[in-house]
């Protein structure tokens, strides 16, 4: 049985955390691999949570689903990262029905981003729910819910300029760096990694320098080679990270890894070295900081520094709101049409039946008995009786539950949400 309404029984939350309150030590705790997702949907269901979708970026984990109870979710993500129930409560949000659906809207729409605009989290959340309908987990409430906040995505994309000019983290970090290293011309940049943030820096630095400048380095040769080939950039094994490293006047580390890949152990340089850490979990110890001539920026600075571009963005907020507003209202009033549609259904069943009651005593009673007139007759009245409870449903102001058990009572009829 799907619970995809605020009805009884289970309601619906979004849990989590972001770089709103979370720094990326933090956020790396709650961090979720592939691996870990997998698992947290499987407990799920063992634990006899049906429905929910997981999300796990850079800037933020999330869970939306219908629980008894939050912490039947926060568990879960617990269970299945590194963080604690205390770290949860230190940093993490809990919304519920409307709130949690706004915070999906906004979420999914780029208001919600570290950076402004930044539409990668559609891809994320949509990914999200196809693995969890691929494995039984995510009912029509989700499926219409995500859908919704992927139409307010597109339009908000297309009507406003909420995402006009180049940012990013990945564009932040090459803006840094031609920023902050003199003679960038004649530098060597290294970077290591191959994952999303660590292919847009490539990208964008390929755009901005000459391509020998540039090596790249991932403990998968192949995966290096493919993005080398079409970016025209060189590539060393992984064997030689540390003999790279200290050729290097900039080192960007974008790996997936869960724990530090680059240390102070590693660096034995006899120059000044920039090194940008783009990953989550942070991929850089801090320990390299005790190193006079190593710099260490995180993806956090990067996203804070002050920003034309982002200036101008915030203008469009106002209208991509609308634009949220009117995609939301469309789903709120589904959910509600979805909810009281059964008790209308089964109300009207119940007239009919007291209707063909009533005509059936008729006929006995009546030689002269205007079968099809009586019929024509009762049909309109119970439309008028259902349209009128309908109307008194969709009212903004009616508390939709009591009215539901309220007919169901008067009425004695049963109905079940699905």
Known sequence: MENNTFAKHPTFY??????????AEMRGKFSLDDKSKVSLLLQAKEEGIENLIVTST????EIYGFAQHPFQLIKLLCENSQGTVEDFQKVAFVYKNHEAISHMFRVGTGLDSQILGDFE?????KNAFVQSKAMELANSFLERLVNSVIQASKKIKTDTEISSGATSVSFSAVRYIFNNVQDISNKNILLFGTGKIGRNTCENLVKHS???QITLINRTKDKAERIAKKLNVIVKDYADLQLEI???????VATGALNPTVDKTILNLKKPLLILDLSIPKNVNENVNELENVTLIHMDQLAQMADETLENRKKHI???EAIIEEIKDEFIAWTKQRKFAPTIHALKAKLNTIKEGELNFQRKKLANFDEEQAELISARIIQKITNHFANHLKDDQTMVDESIEWIEKIFQI?????
């Open 14 to 23: 979004a849990v989590g955390l972001s770089y709103k309150k979370a720094d």
């Open 58 to 61: 850079c800037n933020r984990t």
């Open 121 to 125: 989290i559609i891809s994320q959340l």
């Open 210 to 212: 000459k391509h020998e």
């Open 246 to 252: 200290q050729n290097a006047d900039v080192l960007v």
């Open 318 to 320: 106002p209208a991509a």
């Open 414 to 418: 049963e109905t079940l949400v699905k």
